[in-house]
């Protein structure tokens, strides 16, 4: 890796008094990030976050698994999809937990 082949080969150059190459951390999730600060561009596989650390909202799992599938749909139900009401979730043990709107309730925001 060479670093004047730039951020899309997957490094980031530093200027601490000389030139270096650093792969991106981007946890799998991203081959690009900023070539100033190494923050991850473009992150895929429903992540977000600097690093792609981060699940999506809708979204819960590990993103730092470095897996295309660390970040899973949330189970809860969708209640008015033309609101693009995105219910969020997280995973408790082997559960998970959706966290329901207001004058919802229910394993998956059903009732």
Do not use: F, K
Not at 83 to 95: F, H, V
């Amino acid at each position: 890796m060479r670093p004047s082949d730039g951020p899309d080969d997957g490094s980031w150059m530093t200027l601490a008094g000389r030139r270096e190459c650093v792969a991106c951390s981007c946890n799998g999730h991203s081959d690009q990030c900023d070539p100033v600060d190494g923050v991850c561009l473009n992150c895929q596989h429903n992540t977000e976050g600097s690093n792609c650390e981060i699940c999506s909202p809708g979204y819960y799992g590990d993103a730092t698994s470095g897996e295309p599938y660390g970040c899973l749909q949330c189970p809860c139900l969708n209640l008015d999809p033309l609101q693009n009401n995105i219910i969020t979730c997280y995973q408790r043990e082997r559960d998970v937990v959706c966290l329901c709107p207001e004058g919802h309730e229910g394993d998956r925001c059903e009732r």
